[in-house]
Structure formats: C-alpha cells, structure tokens
C-alpha cells in the first residue's frame, strides 16, 4: 500500500530511516504496521529501497521537492510476525498510559478552573489533597490518577495449540497459528503465513489449512480482525482516539523504565492471558528467546568502535550505545531475579552460599553485601549468615573490631596499622570487595573511564540490581576469562592486595591518557617485595587483555581520591564524587589564572554564611578572561594521588607525598568550607528546591555532595522547618533501608509480606500490637513463630537498629 507522511512531519536530509519508521508506528494509520520496506520515489522518476540505519541525504537529494515515500509489505518470518503479534497486543491495551504519568488530574483542575472561569468565580479554591501529610484519613492513591478503563475490542487472542505447524505446511508457508475469540463469540483459527494473515478452515482438533473465505485475508492481524468482526473495528477505532487524545508526552516512550512505588488498591483481578503465560516461559529471564543468547561484550565494543569524527556519526554511535546498555540492563535485571529465586545455578556450587557466581545469557553475576548493617546486627556468625537458605559475607570480629578503633588521618599511622594482626589481606579485600560501597564506586568509575572514551581501552558493561535484600551486580564477560584461554592475561594492577603488582608498557600508555582525563596523577608504589611499580591508577584495579585483544580495565572502586575527612580502615570506600573534583580543578584553575579576577568563596562566620557582593561580581566580570587553551593547561596541572591515605605503601620522597596528601585534603576542606556553604545558601535562597528524596539526592551529587553529609547538611538548616522534615525523613529512611533489607534477605518466599508489614507496624506504629501480647501457647503465638525466622522486632528495637545506622552513616542522633 501507499501512504505519504502526514504534512506537519517535516523530512530534513540528516533523518535517518529508522526516524521516519518511528514516526510510522506512532500515527494512527499506520500503527500497526510493522513488516514493510520504504520506497523512496524521486523527482526524477528514480526509485530507491531504504535500509534502516541510511540517512535520507545518503540515498537521494530531496531538498527540491517532489519526493515521495511508499510502505511495501514485506514478507514475514518467524521473529518479525511474532514481534508483529506482541505489537498488536500492545495496540489493543492502554497500559502504555501509565497511570505515574498520566496527566488527566492536570487535565481535571484546568477544565474546573476554565469553568469557574466562565462562570466569572474569582475565588481562588484550594487544591483537595494538598493536606494529606496532615490529614492521615486522606488516602495517597487519590494523588494519582485512576487507570483507564480498558476498552474491549477482542475476547482473546492466543497461539493455538497447532502450533508449531508441519513440515509440509512450512514449505506453504505457515509460519503460526493463533485461535482468536470475537466480542460476537465466534471462534477462528487464523493462519500466519510469510506474506498474510487468513482465517482457515479448522474446525476441533484437525488442522484444516484451507482459507474458510477469500475475502478473510489481509497483511496485517488488526486488519484481518477489522474484517471479521464489527465490534473490534469499533473498539480499535476509539482505543486509536482515546491515545490520539492524551497529552502528546504521554505517547512518548520513556528513556528509563517506569516504576510506581504506590501499588493499585485494591489490588486488580487477575485474569487468564496464555500468551503472558507463554512469555514468561519462553523469554527464560532475558529478551531473547530460548538459544538466542546475545555477546553483550562484543555488541557493546563494537558499538564504541563506530566512528564519531562528526556531529552526526556521533549521534548514531550514541544511539547504538544506548540500545545495547539498555538492553542488557533489562536482561541483567531479569538475570538478577532469577538468581535470587534459584532458577539459575551457580558455577561455584561448592564455596559457601555467600560466594556464589552465576552466569546466564552471557551475563556475570555476584553478590556484594551491605556490610555497615552486618557489623550492627546481633545474628553475626563467622563465615556466612543463614537463614532460610540465603546467607551473607559478614567481616571477620577482628576486621571490625579494627574498623571500630578508628584510625588518625595520617599515612604513617595507616601504614602500621595495616601490618598489625589480625585479618589477612586477601580476607581485607575480600569484604572490601563485598560491600555496597565498592559496588556503587566500581560503577561510578567505570562510566568516569567510558566518558574518557580512550581510544584502545575497555570496559564492561555493568548494573547494580538490587531486589529483595539482596544486591547484585551484573556485568558483561570479558572473552577467554572463563575458559583460561590466556594465563597471563592480566597485564596491569594487582590481583592480590599490593603484594605483586603486573605492568605493561602499552597499557600503562593507556591508562595514562586517561587518566589525564581524570585528574589522576601518575605516581610511583611499592609492591609486597618493595619494587617500584609506576602507575596511573589505584593498586587493586586490574588491566586484562582479552583473547579478542582488547585491553580492559575492572575493578574502578576508586577513580576519585579518598576523601580525607573520613580517614581509616572503616571508611576505605569513602571517596570524592567526580563532579566534585571537576568543580573543585575549575576553581584552582581560575585562581591560578593570572589575567582573571574571581570572588572570594563564600564562607562560614558566626554561624552566617557570607557571599560575594553584587559589586565584586559586576567588577569581575569586567576582567578578561583567559583562553581555552590556557585554562585547559591549567586544569592538565591539578592531578591526584588516589592511593594516598590507602593501606599501600607510596615510593617518593616525603616531600612529594605530603604534597600528595596536602591536595587531597585540599578537596575535602573544599567540600567542606565552599561547596556545602554554598548549598545551603542555595537551599535558603530557595535556587535549590528539592521536593522528595530523590530530588535530594540529585541536588546534593550535581553538587558534588556524598550523601554521607546529609547529616552535616541537616544540622546547617534546621531552621527551615520545610527543609528539616525533607532531610530528617531521607535520613530515617534510608537508615531503616537497610534493616528491611536484612529482614528480607532472613525470611523464606512464603514470609516476606508478613515479615515487611510486621517491621513496618514496629516502626511506624505507636503502640504494641496487641496479638504479639499472646500467650506462647496460643495458636496465634504459633503461627507468628512460623511467619517470622527473624526474630522478632518490637517498637523499641526497631527504631534503635535505625538509629545506630544513623549515628553510623551521617553522625545524626534522633530521639527514639
């Protein structure tokens, strides 16, 4: 068939084809089309056939006019009629309308307000709802809309037992087989062959391949439906309207997967649906098929090898990039569940539950443990934590009771303590390596080296899934690694603590042009055997040569240098965030400039915070400024050590290492003097509005905050009773996170709702429930035995496990 594309959408050279067959599928008539060529029809009476990843401007000039495009069917094979299927489902359903982004309350207050307009009302009626943190009668949900009415269109579309079809109907053709229930209560048996849809002439259990009418035939599902029966053409045709009426960014598909924390209530019925069913037992916890495992290494370094010289080569490597991260975050999130729900088993089925590792769909997934609650919890044992078959790494006593000590922010102080006994260091970097810190750090480090983007170094793709208690993390598999293809294929870092450390000319070439990047110094340690080792990076990351050749760079837990106002063992993950080094090498850079004159940073005195006057800016603006080149150089000067104030032992003189150190502490009396001064500055002056946590938590990393400050940050603004009640809940929250994560990694499948609840009445409620008053030898005391593996939380338990991990993440004592 023809179509030409609507006039308001405007074709310029650089569009791409896989832009305009966007487009497409999100105008009404052609929606549901989804195999067909495009035929670009010139001016000159030339025709061309338009592949998907082709520019407009590659195949014909269309700047004068006169050009045309043509859909022509395609034929269909197995993968693309039952991605047209999955597409006509999605047609036939409004949950694309997601009820968190949905705009019909807006929608609801404007057409009131034009209302009270015409009325000529001048009263300004206050908002329902806007209470409801006051008024607990007031329900959440009613802040979200309603999900829309479904309308019918069709009984039920599934594949029909036929399926797969014959061998000598595949040689016809027939590629599947769906049974189809109209709203008038016909049943059909529909035929999907490579060029159309039919209705054959099946009747029970026999195959009749036969075409029951000729005029039953059609290119498409939703067009052979139309024909068949008058109430899904009637219903199509209002679900078309109902999603041409919404907002025009509610159609608009979301750059990240949409969740909604406030569950429906009451809770929707369930209905039979065989194809959900089939999904969930063909898809095998990934987006492929079963035997269609993706290399998501390979997808993801060649896409980075795609040239970017120009504008537009960058925007289509950007977009390959993004395809694959997200693809294989949603295999690695689906991978992760099925690791917790034991559906997949672990390559290491010997070592305790703790250190289990799991490969599947190409994936690596590992454990890493929230060790700040493990050192508080009363259930500690020595190796791994039982309960209910799941366990947890727990540091060793003497580990915590050296993290407890606390070590003086002093290189020598560290350095002896270090050798003290106690644990060894493969133990020391085994916990390190199972905490959340290091995870959250590796990941942070990794997209600081894929935004150096060097030429000739690697990194893997990664997630951090958390689910259930439990966090895991997910990376691509470097090639070989498993199969011991290369036994020296580490080339750079050290794999055992410091104690030998591997290096390699070209790699160390590498690493440094990124780490130039990165404001990393280029320094000089000591291995176990007091060797000199030069490098360019932090001691315990690992350079790794796959058996593609391809030089990668792991274990990125420490990119940033330390930060130095939280010094010792305990707080070894404590670390600078990146944009915190940014600003703080521009604010270098401008001092050093010598032919720019900047304001002094605001600071503390008295209790008030000091800005710039408006007159010294004015005047500073007036001065010239230096040059992007001179800048440039300037920043190139302001490197970092980022294993001083670390247990590994710097070569240099003295001199150098106490420069080292007196740059790092530089950054954090930054954090400390300028930028949290500043922030709440803005916080007072209401530039910086967060309005729930995760704002926050945005506001304070743009910033360059860590969110351990958050009780320093707090402390500076409670007098501002709006901002107060928004910090103290993030921190109470947060805190008592991790104890529910406890309680969920503790309890059995069959006990998690219950388990959730009973913390939640502990932590929330103001009395003791009554039914915990029972006698032991009640059945209801019984049945609460059985429910709860844990032990049982009360009112002041809960709330004093929560305040000990406030005292120990952001030093902020609440009253219990």
Known sequence: GFYSLLPEHMLSPGDSVIDVKQFLLDAPETCFYTCYDLILHTKDGSTHQLEDYNEISEIADITAGGCSLEMVAATYDERSIRSHLRRVRELLSLSSLHVSLSTSLALQQESAQAKNADAGKTAHQELDGLNFMEDTTVALTNLLASAPAEIKCVDSIVFSSFNPPPSYRRLHGDLIYIDVVTLEGSKHCITGSSKSFYVNASNGSILDSRPLKQSHEASTLVGLLQKISAKFKKGFREILDRKASAHPFENVQALLPVTSWLGAHPVPEHRRDAARAEDSVVLSYGTELIGMQRDWNEELQSCREFPHANPQERILRGRALYKVTCDFVDAAVKGAVGVINRCIPPINPTDPECFHMYVHNNIFFSFAVDSDYEQISKDQKPDCQNGSGRSTPVPSPALGAKADSGVAPDSKTEESNSVLEGPTEAQIADSEQAT????????????????????????????????????????????????????????????????????????????????????????????????????????????????????????????????????????????????????????ESIKKSPTEKVPDAPTESNGSIAAASVEEHDKSDETPVSTPAESNDMTAEILFNPNVFTEYKLAGSPEEIEVDEALVKKVGSYLLDTVIPKFVQDLCSLDVSPMDGQTLTDVLHSNGINVRYLGKVAGMIKHLPHLWDLFSAEIIVRSAKHVVKDILR????????????????????????????????????????????????????????????????VNLHFPS
């Open 436 to 587: 959340y810190a290091s995870a959250n750090n590796d990941l942070k480090g990794t997209k600081s080296y894929q935004e150096a983007d060097i030429s000739g170094l690697y990194n893997l793709a990664m997630a951090i899934i958390d689910y259930r208690g439990h966090r895991v993390v997910a990376q691509s598999i470097i090639p070989g690694i498993l199969q011991g293809d290369k036994s020296d294929s580490l080339l750079y870092g050290s794999v055992d603590n410091g104690k030998k450390i591997s290096w390699n000319e070209s790699f160390h070439a590498k690493v440094v042009e990124a780490a130039k990047r990165l404001h990393v110094k280029e320094h000089v340690v000591l291995d176990g055997s007091g060797n000199p080792v030069k490098l360019a990076a932090t001691v315990e990351c690992k350079g790794i040569v796959g058996s593609d050749d391809r030089h990668y760079i792991l274990d990125l837990m420490r990119v940033t240098p330390r930060d130095s106002n939280y010094i010792g063992l305990q707080h070894r993950f404590c670390v600078l965030r990146p944009e915190l080094v940014a600003s703080f090498v521009e604010a």
């Open 746 to 809: 503790q309890s059995p499948d069959h006990n998690i709702a219950p388990a959730v609840a009973h913390f939640l009445n502990c932590f929330f409620g103001k009395v003791l429930a009554a039914s915990s008053k029972g006698s032991t030898g009640s059945p209801q005391s019984k049945t609460q035995k059985v429910c709860f593996p844990v032990t049982l939380l009360l009112y002041s338990m809960a709330r004093n496990q929560v305040n000990q991990l406030l005292q120990k993440r």
